[in-house]
C-alpha cells in the first residue's frame, strides 16, 4: 500500500474517532441534561400545588411530617400542608442550575419567575426588621427566621442576576445581604448566628455559604466591599470551625465556646467553593492550596468503596448537602482543571439513575441502596436536578 493511502486511510481514522468522541460527550451532556430536566417535571407534578406555586415537601403527601431540622418543636409539631422554606428553596437552585446550562435561558428563567419566585413570596416576611423570609409561610403563625436558609436564596437570586443581568434579581440578594448582616455580631470574634431567634450558636452552615454569597456578590457587582466581606467570613470560619487534624469542617460553636463537631458535606463542601472562588478573585495560591486539600478530605470523609464497585460511592446523609458539596468541587475544577471528583460525582449520578428510582421516577435517598423509603423528601429530589444540570454543563 502506498504510503499516500496509508495516510488517507490514518487520516480517516483520526477523524472517526474524534467524532465520535464527540457525539459521545454530546450524547452524555444531553443525557444528564434530559435526566435533569425529566427530575424536576416530575417534581412539580407530584410536589406542586394547582391552587398555587406551593410545594408539599413529602410525597406521598404524609400528615406526620415533622420537620425535626428546624430544633424548634412546637413548630416542628405543628403539621403543615406545604413545605418549609429550604426545602422549597432547593427548586431555586434546581432551576438556577438549568437555566445555567441552557442556550436559551428564556424557557427555564419563565419557571423560575412564574412557578418558584411566586411561591418564594409567601414566605417573605416584612413584617419584622430586617425584611427576611420566614421558614414557614405568612398565611401561618410567625415561624423562626434562619440566616442560612436566606443565605441559600441569596445565592440563588445572585447567580439569577449573573445570568441574566435582571435588576430584580440582584436588587433581593441585596436585601438579604443586608438580613444576614444583621446576623452577626462580635461575640467569639465576629460570625453570623444560625437563627434569628435563638442566637445561641455561630454556625458553618451559615458562615461558609455567607461567605461565598458574598463573593459572588463581588463577581456581581465589582463593590470591593464584597470581596473584603468574603475574605473576612472565610478566615473566620476556617479559624473557628476547621478540623485541624482533617482539615473538614465543624458544625457550629456555641456562644460558651463550646464546638459540636459533627462534619457534614455541606459545610466543608461551601469552604471549598469559598476556597477555590477567592482564588479565582485575587490569585493567592494559600486559596488554591487550601481548595486542593479540601477536596481531597472530602473525598476521604464523605466516600466510601464497596465492593463490586470500582469508584467511592457517597455516603448516606442528606442528599442535598452532598449537591452543594459538589458545587465546591465545580468551583475547583474551573480553576485547576482537574476533573477527577466530578468523574466520581458523575458515576455515583449514574448509579442513583439506574438503582435509586421508583417508578414514578423519585428518587430514594440510600445510596446502599438497602432500605429504600416510600415517601420521598422535595429537598432530595430537587438535589438531583441540580446536580445533573451542574454537570451537564461540564459535558457530562
Known amino acids: 500500500m502506498q504510503m499516500k493511502q496509508i495516510n488517507q486511510i490514518t487520516t480517516t481514522l483520526l477523524l472517526t474517532g474524534l467524532c465520535y468522541l464527540t457525539t459521545h460527550a454530546q450524547v452524555k451532556k444531553d443525557q444528564f441534561s434530559e435526566r435533569a430536566q425529566k427530575t424536576l417535571d416530575v417534581v412539580y407534578n407530584k410536589y406542586g400545588s394547582a391552587e398555587n406555586k406551593l410545594l408539599i415537601e413529602k410525597y406521598p403527601f404524609d400528615e406526620n411530617f415533622k420537620a425535626d431540622y428546624l430544633n424548634n418543636n412546637e413548630q416542628a409539631g405543628q403539621q403543615k400542608k406545604y413545605a418549609y422554606l429550604w426545602p422549597f428553596s432547593g427548586s431555586f437552585s434546581a432551576v438556577n442550575a438549568l437555566m445555567e446550562l441552557s442556550k436559551d435561558k428564556a424557557d427555564h428563567q419563565k419557571v423560575l419567575d412564574q412557578k418558584v419566585l411566586v411561591g418564594l413570596r409567601e414566605y417573605r416576611d416584612e413584617q419584622r426588621v430586617p425584611v427576611g423570609y420566614a421558614s414557614y409561610i405568612n398565611s401561618a403563625p410567625a415561624s423562626d427566621r434562619f440566616y442560612d436558609d436566606n443565605i441559600w436564596l441569596g445565592i440563588d437570586f445572585t447567580d439569577s442576576y449573573i445570568q441574566t443581568k435582571k435588576a430584580d434579581y440582584l436588587k433581593n440578594a441585596k436585601e438579604i445581604w443586608a438580613f444576614v448582616k444583621s446576623g452577626e455580631d462580635n461575640k467569639l470574634g465576629g460570625g453570623i448566628y444560625w437563627c434569628e431567634q435563638k442566637k445561641e450558636s455561630k454556625n458553618a452552615c451559615s458562615n461558609a455559604p455567607a461567605a461565598v454569597f458574598a463573593l459572588k456578590l463581588f463577581e456581581a457587582t465589582k463593590e470591593k466591599n464584597y470581596l473584603n466581606e468574603g475574605r473576612r467570613l472565610y478566615e473566620w470560619t476556617k479559624a473557628s470551625l476547621q478540623d485541624p487534624d482533617d482539615k473538614l469542617y465543624w458544625d457550629n460553636i456555641h456562644l460558651n465556646g463550646k464546638v459540636d463537631k459533627a462534619k ?124 445533573y444540570g451542574r454537570l451537564a454543563k461540564f459535558g457530562y
Open 264 to 387: 457534614y458535606s455541606y459545610n466543608s463542601g461551601q469552604m471549598l467553593q469559598a476556597a477555590a472562588l477567592l482564588y479565582k478573585l485575587t490569585k493567592e495560591k494559600k486559596y488554591l492550596m487550601d481548595a486542593q486539600q479540601l477536596a481531597e478530605a472530602c473525598l476521604s470523609y464523605f466516600f466510601q468503596t464497596r465492593d463490586g464497585i470500582d469508584f467511592p460511592i457517597l455516603k448516606n446523609s442528606n442528599v442535598w448537602f452532598h449537591a452543594v458539596m459538589m458545587r465546591g468541587y465545580i468551583s475547583l475544577f474551573e480553576q485547576d482543571g482537574n476533573r477527577k471528583y466530578m468523574d466520581i460525582f458523575a458515576k455515583n449520578l449514574d448509579l442513583a439513575w439506574d438503582k435509586m428510582r421508583d417508578q414514578d421516577g423519585l428518587f430514594d435517598a440510600d445510596w446502599t441502596l438497602e432500605k429504600p423509603k416510600k415517601s420521598k423528601w422535595l429537598l432530595d429530589q430537587c438535589a438531583f436536578v441540580e446536580m
